[in-house]
T-cell receptor, first 112, second 111 residues
Framework: DSGVTQTPKHLITATGQRVTLRCSPR?????VYWYQQSLDQGLQFLIQ???????AKGNILERFSAQQFPDLHSELNLSSLELGDSALYFC???????????FGPGTRLTVL | GQQVMQIPQYQHVQEGEDFTTYCNSS?????IQWYKQRPGGHPVFLIQ???SGEVKKQKRLTFQFGEAKKNSSLHITATQTTDVGTYFC???????????WGAGTKLIIKP
């Protein structure tokens, strides 16, 4: 158990819909990262937050947005969903710059 | 510039054979991390290498950091079914907490 929690575990929705994925980092970790992993693919970095502020952006679509709240949990919002958005979405947290990242179990999103 | 190239993409081995994955960078790395993702699981941190020429061992796994700190390798001796998964290397960005990830090497044990 990494200490990072993600909800829901599975999400099935239709094209055009909007969903919210939630992540709670390890206790004390200020940094949260979101990744997308399509079937048998690598990890695509989406966005990073540190203590409530956006710190880095990767290949995140404009239809996607995220935020980190004062209690440090984070949410990833995906809108106008397309079939190609079906993937595993991981959240990770870390306590040090460039240090070990602890991953949550992921949310599997299926867009039908 | 900041990317890391990881090869091979896949490696099929017989159980008991060795496995190696390589990570290369065109620029000097401050450190390199290795993660393992089991099928259906999430990436799990294995190790971080920091020093030039560093070699670290974890049972049958040997991690190396090149003398020039531009490459790294993970070698598994006598693979077992529990080693199956995808192995990722990752480097940190100097400017923030972000990691830059290699594409991963998938270890497949032939039946």
């Amino acid at each position: 158990d990494s200490g990072v929690t993600q909800t829901p575990k599975h999400l099935i929705t239709a094209t055009g819909q909007r969903v919210t994925l939630r992540c709670s980092p390890r206790s004390g970790d200020l940094s949260v990262y979101w990744y997308q992993q399509s079937l048998d693919q690598g990890l695509q970095f989406l966005i990073q937050y540190y203590n409530g502020e956006e710190r880095a952006k990767g290949n995140i679509l404009e239809r996607f947005s995220a935020q980190q709240f004062p209690d440090l949990h984070s949410e990833l919002n995906l809108s106008s969903l397309e079939l190609g958005d079906s993937a595993l979405y991981f959240c990770a947290s870390s306590s040090t710059r460039g240090g070990e990242q602890f991953f949550g179990p992921g949310t599997r999103l299926t867009v039908l | 510039g900041q990317q890391v190239m990881q090869i091979p993409q896949y490696q099929h081995v017989q159980e008991g054979e060795d496995f190696t994955t390589y990570c290369n960078s065109s620029t000097t790395l401050s450190n390199i991390q290795w993660y393992k993702q089991r099928p259906g699981g999430h990436p799990v941190f294995l190790i971080q290498l920091v020093k030039s020429g560093e070699v670290k061992k974890q049972k049958r796994l040997t991690f190396q950091f090149g003398e020039a700190k531009k490459n790294s390798s993970l070698h598994i001796t006598a693979t077992q079914t529990t080693d199956v998964g995808t192995y990722f290397c990752a480097r940190d960005m100097d400017s923030n907490y972000q990691l830059i990830w290699g594409a991963g090497t998938k270890l497949i044990i032939k039946p």
